[in-house]
């Protein structure tokens, strides 16, 4: 399984390359050969940077769960996959990020990295701060969300 760490700072160049911070860069070694999957988050004004391990992981669960024959989950699925992007960390450690999703992400040159447990989130600076200056609680929002489950998962 795959645990991410850490929330990494990066500049993308004039042609929309980052370069992988050496410590995420780490951590993603052993799936380098095996590219990545980039796209829009569903949730937020960013990216999602999904091993292709995890990304097919996803993929399996939604093709076991979704009937492309049902609108809405056809809608979903469109909206779901709507601008994927298969991409590479190149031989110096560079990814480039296609124009229309750095577009969409809103990223010029100040890029923040955070990892989500399986996933990179691709964030602009700006935006990636806002986005937790936007959680007012961090106390009752964990209470919320891991409270009443996380001593049953631990069992």
């Keep these: 399984m795959l645990n991410l760490i850490g929330t990494y700072e990066c500049k993308a160049d004039t042609k929309g390359r980052m370069m992988v911070p050496a410590p995420l860069k ?53 909206k779901f996959t709507a601008g994927v992007k298969l991409v590479e960390v190149d031989a110096t450690g560079r990814l480039l990020l296609p124009k ?18 399986n996933i990179v989130e691709v964030w602009d600076k700006d935006r990636y701060e806002k986005a937790i200056n936007e959680v007012d609680n961090i106390a009752e929002l964990a209470e919320e969300v891991m409270g009443d489950d996380y001593g049953a998962s631990l069992s």
Excluded: T
Aim: net charge positive.
């Design 100 to 117: 229309d999703l750095l577009s969409y992400s809103g990223i010029e040159k100040e890029i923040v990295l955070n990892s989500a447990i």
């Design 26 to 78: 780490k951590q993603l070694l052993p799936l380098l050969d095996d590219g990545f999957v980039l796209k829009r988050s569903v949730f937020q004004p960013c990216l999602e940077l999904y091993p292709m391990k995890e990304w097919n992981e996803l993929m399996s669960r939604m093709q076991a769960r979704l009937n492309p024959f049902n609108k809405k989950h056809n809608d979903f699925i469109r």
